[in-house]
């Protein structure tokens, strides 16, 4: 049983700052890629931006230079700072990670967090 557990979310003002944290716990062995992911009212979820176990990272195009990823990965946990925030970056922000839950390669899975909601008005 593996969960996701998010915080941070909240409102602010057009300009403003957040910053999200999403812990793991649960049976993990090792975890693969974590970062976030978000749904506006009426659209598909989005990538946000990923950090994988490497360091490497992925960013959506809108927020790219404005959002910072980032892990600790001792606590299975990761981060993301959000600078300049704009009325288009309101969403559900969820947590994912993909992640084994023991050695065999195919004791692997993708997991969500329950949501976060992220309003960014005047």
């Known amino acids: 049983q593996v969960q996701l557990v998010e915080s941070g979310g909240g409102w602010v003002q057009p300009g403003g700052s957040l910053r999200l944290s999403c812990t793991a716990s649960?049976?993990?062995?090792?975890?693969?890629?974590m970062g976030w992911y978000r749904q506006a009212p009426g659209k598909q979820r989005e990538l946000v931006a990923t950090?994988?176990?490497?360091?490497?990272?992925n960013y959506a195009i809108s927020v790219k230079g404005r959002f910072a990823v980032s892990r600790d990965n001792a606590k299975n946990a990761v981060h993301l700072q959000m600078n300049n925030l704009k009325p288009n970056d309101t969403a559900v922000y969820y947590c994912?990670?993909?992640?084994?839950?023991?050695?065999?390669?195919?004791?692997?899975?993708?997991?969500w967090g329950q949501g976060t909601q992220v309003t960014v008005g005047s």
């Open positions: 950090r994988n176990s490497g360091g490497g990272t």
């Open positions: 994912y990670a993909r992640l084994y839950t023991d050695h065999r390669p195919t004791a692997w899975g993708d997991y």
């Open positions: 649960g049976t993990i062995f090792s975890i693969v890629d």
